[in-house]
């Protein structure tokens, strides 16, 4: 039936279930019902501590529903085929059909800073990443409420942890070792044996909520920073991979302030589309949407007329890098970590320092815009940047619609300025 429907196979089906959104319900739920039939009666002497934990555990939780619940930021898709007519015309005047402005796929036209998601198949205004953990994409309307679960349960499981700990040291009996051969649990730790002993449920749960912390900690720091900076965690991996916040070298950055000076800085030709639409990334090969899809490997060079090339590296080392990628891949791709380890991905956080970024206006004011300000910009009408620049643009069209009247931008021509 698959063969005869042309099914094509999802990329990763796992990604998009909801089986890891079911992982952190289920472990939301035995959590709270540990606190609630054991911590919160076993330790009388710190009411603070359990209601400081009651309100992170309630806004987790209502973060994590509004996280899945909320449309991400999807881009509108056109009404009828004269619509699309329309947007091809617009954007062939303009000299801009191309991957980045105009998507196949939903048959409509990009704004800055969107990408298509293969998982949810729709195209989202102010991509960061599809989260398999809230099973939705993470854009500019939800952003807030991920990056809020994400901060409420590293604040819940550290209090959890040290309820767990106040619980066990008042209410576990006192540890009289046993003679026994060999090293136990106990030899290691006399607290955690006591826990193991007194309360095994209470121990696992403990336990398992603690190991979140490994990933929820590197997630949580990650995108604090990139809110400081005005960046998404897509931009921060393409200027990495390609030297530009919007995908490929040229594509996306052609129109938004400080691109021109970037290319002339660097002695890059710049054309009418920027860089060379057909310029591979530095290190990979790019798909249709511009993403790198496979990166290219180690260095060969040849020996003899023949020009025979190889590389270097002994079988064991590729045995074991093969090994690691296998199992670092799926899960760094599970923890939303996958677009920082692809390529040069990673160099996007120590070049995003200095390059310059058009989207930000300061630490203080690009924190109280994304905290207090969510939707003052509505994302999925943001097709260009005028010459005078984003922070002038953004100040008039504040100006002349008002904060929250309506949530989008009109724009505004340079004659105006």
């Not at 990329?11 to 739920?29: K, Q």
């Not at 359990?50 to 991400?72: E, G, H, M, Q, W």
């Amino acid at each position: 039936m698959r063969l005869l429907l042309s099914h094509r196979a999802e990329d990763n089906p796992i990604s998009s279930s909801p089986h890891f959104a079911a992982i952190i319900t289920a472990s939301l739920v035995w959590v709270f019902y540990a606190w609630a039939t054991r911590l919160l009666r076993g330790t009388p002497g710190h009411a603070f501590t359990n209601l400081a934990f009651l309100v992170c555990a309630l806004l987790c939780s209502a973060s994590f529903y509004k996280a899945i619940r909320t449309d991400p930021g999807f881009v509108p898709k056109p009404s009828g085929g004269s619509d699309v007519k329309m947007m091809l015309e617009d954007l062939v005047d303009a000299g801009r059909l191309n991957g980045t402005n105009f998507c196949i796929s939903c048959m409509t036209k990009k704004p800055l800073r969107s990408k298509h998601c293969r998982v949810c198949k729709r195209c989202t205004a102010r991509y960061d990443h599809h989260c398999p953990w809230i099973w939705n994409c993470v854009g500019f309307r939800n952003h807030r409420y991920f990056l809020s679960f994400v901060l409420f349960l590293i604040a819940g499981i550290i209090l959890f942890d040290r309820l767990t700990i106040d619980y066990v040291l008042e209410n576990a009996p006192a540890y009289s070792p046993s003679p026994s051969p060999g090293l136990t649990v106990c030899d290691l730790s006399e607290t955690l044996c006591r826990a193991g002993s007194y309360d095994a449920f209470l121990s696992a749960v403990a336990f398992w909520a603690t190991l979140q912390l490994t990933w929820t900690l590197i997630l949580g720091v990650s995108q604090l920073w990139q809110v400081s900076r005005q960046m998404t965690t897509l931009e921060v991996s393409n200027l990495g991979r390609y030297g530009y916040m919007g995908g490929r070298g040229g594509q996306s950055l052609r129109d938004q302030s400080g691109a021109m000076r970037q290319a002339a800085a660097v002695g890059a030709g710049v054309g009418p589309m920027g860089a060379s639409e057909n310029a591979p990334p530095e290190s990979g090969i790019a798909g249709p949407d511009g993403n790198l899809i496979a990166a290219r490997g180690p260095a060969k060079h040849s020996h003899g007329p023949h020009g025979h090339a190889h590389s270097h590296g002994s079988f064991p080392v590729r045995c074991c890098g093969a090994l690691w990628k296998g199992i670092s891949g799926p899960m760094m791709q599970v923890l939303g970590l996958d677009r920082f380890t692809k390529g040069k991905a990673l160099g996007g956080m120590r070049k995003a320092g200095r390059d310059q970024n058009p989207f930000d206006m300061g630490i203080i004011q690009n924190c109280s815009d994304f905290w207090l300000h969510p939707n003052d910009i509505d994302y999925t009408q943001v097709y260009e940047i005028p010459a005078e620049g984003w922070k002038s643009y953004r100040r008039r069209a504040k100006m002349s619609t008002g904060v929250g009247a309506k949530g989008a931008y009109e724009p505004v021509s340079g004659e105006e300025v």
